[in-house]
């Protein structure tokens, strides 16, 4: 019969320092892996009616170097009919379905089919400057997007904020608004 009983001054056993050392080290991964996953949150959202800007602020959306970021119709269920930007030397864009492309002020000069266009998703990517004669030195630009969803169109401007660091989403997405209630989530409040 083996004795289990430890008395004081005897070392123990070497499962046990196994056994904390693999828990002290679990513990650690999963602190610095929720951390990353924080950093690098998926998902950020807003109402339409906050994209609109129908609470007084224009809404923004970042884009880094080391990824592209989504803008998204999709939750809303809106077809994207028509996108501006106006600095694309800082900026590629793409989308996920077809577009019609316009080109210059001639509305004549365009490509795709301008009728059918049927994308829900906006893709943009940070790029290095590029240098285009007549466009001035600027920190951010904006893009416009109308959409269209049964009929009715809506009108979006967003401020582009170019970012240095770790991308912080890859996708805002934006959500129909939610049903009518006394306080409106894009009203702003009489001062």
């Known amino acids: 019969m083996k004795n289990d009983t430890k008395f004081p001054g005897e070392t123990p056993d070497k499962s046990y320092l196994l056994h904390l050392a693999t828990l002290i080290f679990s513990t650690a991964i999963l602190l610095v892996a929720g951390r990353v996953l924080a950093n690098n949150a998926v998902l950020r959202s807003m109402f339409s009616c906050q994209a609109q800007g129908l609470g007084g602020a224009t809404p923004q959306i970042d884009i880094w170097y080391q990824q592209g970021t989504n803008l998204s119709f999709i939750q809303a269920g809106e077809t994207i009919k028509k996108v501006w930007l106006n600095d694309p030397s800082q900026v590629t864009i793409d989308f996920d379905g077809p577009m019609c492309m316009q080109f210059g002020q001639d509305r004549n000069v ?56 770790s991308p912080e989403y890859s996708t805002l997405a934006i959500f129909a608004d939610p049903p009518s209630t006394n306080e409106a989530p894009c009203v702003r409040p009489a001062k």
């Open 110 to 165: 365009s490509q795709g089919d301008c009728k059918n266009s049927a994308a829900n998703v906006i893709q943009l990517r940070r790029i290095p400057k590029l240098k285009i004669a007549g466009l001035p030195n600027t920190s951010n630009t904006l893009l416009t997007v109308v959409t269209e969803k049964q009929g009715k169109t809506k009108l979006y401007a967003f401020r582009v904020l170019y970012g240095d660091g």
